[in-house]
């Protein structure tokens, strides 16, 4: 019998690799991001202490039926840039959680710089 390895275990691998090397503080949060298979998530998290400084997702109430997953992401991306501008943050890390870069993670990240956030 054949004995595969989870995609999601790989994923996490990658993560956790990647989180070696990224930290985020109170001037320069880590943007965590987590997309399942119908919603996008997004936190905004200060490492140093251990708090999340803001979030947003897929799920807050706003956002229409009937949209494609990049353009959640898209719209994810700009709330959390509004959210972010009214803080008075404007630069963050960017943590893609593993994933890819590219489809949805690659939509958020557009949509975040095209607001003025700078990675």
């Not at 298979?37 to 803001?54: A, F, M, N, S, W």
Request: net charge positive; glycine share 8%; proline share 1%.
């Amino acid at each position: 019998m054949i004995n595969k390895i989870s995609r999601n275990f790989l994923r996490l691998k990658r993560h956790a690799r990647l989180r070696k090397k990224l930290s985020g503080n109170a001037e320069l949060p880590r943007l965590s991001v987590f997309r399942s298979l119908r919603h996008i998530y997004v936190q905004l998290v200060d490492d140093t202490v251990g708090h999340t400084l803001l979030s947003a997702s897929s799920l807050e109430k706003g956002f229409e039926t009937g949209l494609t997953m990049t353009e959640k992401a898209k719209k994810v991306g700009s709330v959390l840039a509004m959210r972010m501008k009214e803080k008075g943050l404007d630069r963050l890390v960017f943590d893609r959680g593993g994933y890819k870069y590219h489809g949805r993670i690659a939509a958020l990240a557009d949509s975040l710089r095209e607001a003025g956030i700078q990675f």
